[in-house]
Antibody, heavy 116, light 109 residues
Framework: QVQLVESGGGVVQPGRSLRLSCAAS????????MHWVRQAPGKGLEWVAV????????DYAESVKGRFTISRDNSKNTLYLEMNSLRTEDTAVYYC?????????WGQGTLVTVSS | SYELTQPPSVSVSPGQTARITCSGD??????AYWYQQKSGQVPVLVIY???KRPSGIPERFSGSSAGTMATLTISGAQVEDEADYYC????????????FGGGTKLTVL
């Protein structure tokens, strides 16, 4: 079955960096586009970034463009999100998401807290 | 930037039909998708491509889209359907990301 396990969250000061990982299994990762979606405490869902199956194309929300970088290692079945110049408003649970023609699969999320 | 608009809350009694709307200028050309998120849980896709149901989703969940509005309908809502519901779609700009609506809190009591 599809499994997505995020890691790398934690408490970080404003302006610092953090790298999230998402370990994928149960599907052909190298054939799949992947997304990051976040949810601030008590707030709604916000799409963050997408990467094509081969890494050839990437797209970002305006709120993170220039600060976050999505990448993948298909040899390790792992998705990444490099987050730089973090702001307090980046505090959220970050989910990786795998989409198919007829369903979506989400990890359990990893909490990033940006606070001094 | 593109926006999808949902009502903040909808309330129905058990057994009634709940309708949650999502409006956006690109919806005549773009599919709408719907997530259900219960408190403390990960979102679950309940409708994709306007009106299709993923396997395992009860038949009481249905979707439709007309013009600039997509609608999620829960026929015979049950107490366990109480949750936040989010629509998402894409815009017409060529941007490949998703845009989420603000979410609707469905209360069934």
């Amino acid at each position: 079955q599809v499994q997505l396990v995020e890691s790398g969250g934690g408490v970080v000061q404003p302006g610092r960096s953090l790298r999230l990982s998402c370990a994928a299994s149960g599907f052909t990762f190298s054939n799949s586009g992947m997304h990051w979606v976040r949810q601030a405490p008590g707030k709604g869902l916000e799409w963050v970034a997408v990467i094509w199956y081969d890494g050839s194309n990437k797209d970002y929300a305006e709120s993170v463009k220039g600060r976050f970088t999505i990448s993948r290692d298909n040899s390790k079945n792992t998705l990444y999100l490099e987050m730089n110049s973090l702001r307090t408003e980046d505090t959220a649970v970050y989910y990786c998401v795998h989409t198919t023609d007829s369903n979506d699969y989400w990890g359990q999320g990893t909490l990033v807290t940006v606070s001094s | 930037s593109y926006e999808l608009t949902q009502p903040p809350s909808v309330s129905v009694s058990p057994g009634q039909t709940a309708r949650i709307t999502c409006s956006g200028d690109a919806l005549p050309k773009k599919y709408a998708y719907w997530y259900q998120q219960k408190s403390g849980q990960v979102p679950v896709l309940v409708i994709y491509e306007d009106s299709k149901r993923p396997s395992g989703i009860p038949e009481r969940f249905s979707g439709s889209s007309a013009g600039t509005m997509a609608t999620l309908t829960i026929s015979g809502a049950q107490v366990e359907d109480e949750a936040d519901y989010y629509c998402y779609s894409t815009d017409n700009s060529g941007h490949h990301g998703w845009v989420f609506g603000g979410g609707t809190k469905l209360t069934v009591l």
